[in-house]
């Protein structure tokens, strides 16, 4: 995103020139949601607002992007552990994207509602709004959204105990997000299997996976999903206390050189 920013103040100085309030508005929304995230908060969050607002007085016009705008502030309040905030964003979102008859907003704002859910320990609603959100896109198919309501579904079951449907649900977004290229994705599901790992006696395979994750994210200059962010942290102090210091740094280590498929190999008896 660092190489972005030049980019995104040029389009905001442009459009400001142009009296393009739409693009305008879009581009400080995108910056804003940057800048709040790698750290810039009060800036950050000034000029999404500002964006935010110049799309709401835009009208019908930017709409859609409203919608969107929404949906970064609903991202930051998540990361921030702020469910409610994050959801209050979400249903403003939805409010939008249902106005315009939008499947595609209306799967992602569902998504966000179950992430939001999902924060708050309330799986029953969480798994509702996972559930229309995955029906949704895949009707309209929006084939890159799919593999992370995925996703967020396997960790509705691994919390309801059942290893088995989290472990199905990881496996297909994970191959989605291989399929795409999509190497952030793919830590993700790889999270989600190693908290199973972590959950079922396999620390060692767990470290090694969270050695691969680590890799992965770091190669892709992004954070761990909000929503997952609580339950990975968790699994990574579990994992520690069932191995030596010495032999949970020396599978993490062996996981950062390993490829998706060598990571996921079980452990040797």
Known sequence: MAEAKPHLEAA?????????????????????????????????????????????????AGAWYLGAAYLSRALLAFHQQAAETGRLAAQAALTVFQALGQPYGIGLAHNYLGDAARLKGNLPTATTHYALSLRLLRAAEIKSEIPAVLHNLGHVALAQGDFQQAEALFGEGLAMHQDAGNGMGVAQCLAGLALICAASGQPRRAARLFGTITALTQASDLPMWASTQPEVQRALLATQTQLSAAEWQAAFEVGKFLSVNEALAPEKA
Do not use: C, F, K
């Open 12 to 60: 905001i100085t442009l459009a400001e020139q142009l009296n393009l309030p739409v693009i305008h508005g879009y581009a400080e929304v995108v910056l804003g949601s940057a800048r709040t995230a790698s750290g810039e908060a009060e800036h950050g969050l000034a000029m999404l607002e500002a964006g935010t607002e110049r799309l709401r007085q835009a009208g019908e």
